[in-house]
T-cell receptor
Framework: LAKTTQPISMDSYEGQEVNITCSHN???????ITWYQQFPSQGPRFIIQ???TKVTNEVASLFIPADRKSSTLSLPRVSLSDTAVYYC???????????FGKGTRLHILP | DAGVIQSPRHEVTEMGQEVTLRCKPI?????LFWYRQTMMRGLELLIY????????DSGMPEDRFSAKMPNASFSTLKIQPSEPRDSAVYFC??????????FGPGTRLTVT
């Protein structure tokens, strides 16, 4: 199971684009990269998942370079309501042990 | 679909009492997960089921914790006897496969 490393915290301002990078140097061939968002007093919410290149949905974009050893979650034009903890997970085998880690605490300032 | 349903939302109990947390997963999901979250330890996977069968319970802290899934639409997590250090938010999640999980609102457990 690939270990992930991401910044503990980040600050940004409303209207900015925020990029959170996750390192996963020992990612396996069949591993996917998945990001979750957790607001205070709520359970984590699935945001986006990808395998390679770029994935975009209505919430975020996920950029994955060719070597797949890192990934970047991009949140366009953030608002105060995007203040949350963001978790990067890597895995793909159905029997992988799922580890959320500490995540990145994103704080959006007015 | 109503999403993952957990009950109760809040539970306050005294040390030594039995606590039962309940979860109804999203219909059609094959996987069910139980997590515990505290400030100190973050979000920890306790146990997960695939097609009602426990697959990995290595995260269950000790024998006081047990989980069952008698059918595809119901699971319980039981703590007996409860201790103050069990105080946490317990989440249930379900999915078609492991990495796109849908979480319930959680049960906030306080053991005094």
């Amino acid at each position: 199971l690939a270990k992930t490393t991401q910044p503990i915290s980040m600050d940004s301002y409303e209207g900015q684009e925020v990029n959170i990078t996750c390192s996963h140097n020992n990612i396996a061939t069949n591993d996917y990269i998945t990001w979750y968002q957790q607001f205070p007093s709520q359970g984590p919410r699935f945001i986006i998942q990808g395998y390679k290149t770029k994935v975009t949905n209505e919430v975020a974009s996920l950029f994955i370079p060719a070597d797949r050893k890192s990934s970047t979650l991009s949140l366009p034009r953030v608002s105060l309501s995007d203040t949350a903890v963001y978790y990067c997970l890597v895995g793909g085998n159905r029997d992988d042990k799922i580890i959320f880690g500490k995540g990145t605490r994103l704080h959006i300032l007015p | 679909d109503a999403g993952v349903i957990q009950s109760p939302r809040h539970e306050v109990t005294e040390m030594g009492q039995e606590v039962t947390l309940r979860c109804k997963p999203i219909s059609g999901h094959d996987y069910l997960f139980w997590y515990r979250q505290t400030m100190m330890r973050g979000l920890e996977l306790l146990i997960y089921f695939n097609n009602n069968v426990p697959i990995d319970d290595s995260g269950m802290p000790e024998d006081r914790f047990s989980a069952k899934m008698p059918n595809a639409s119901f699971s319980t997590l039981k703590i007996q006897p409860s201790e103050p250090r069990d105080s946490a938010v317990y989440f249930c999640a379900s999915s078609f496969w492991g990495y796109e999980q849908y979480f319930g609102p959680g049960t906030r457990l306080t053991v005094t």
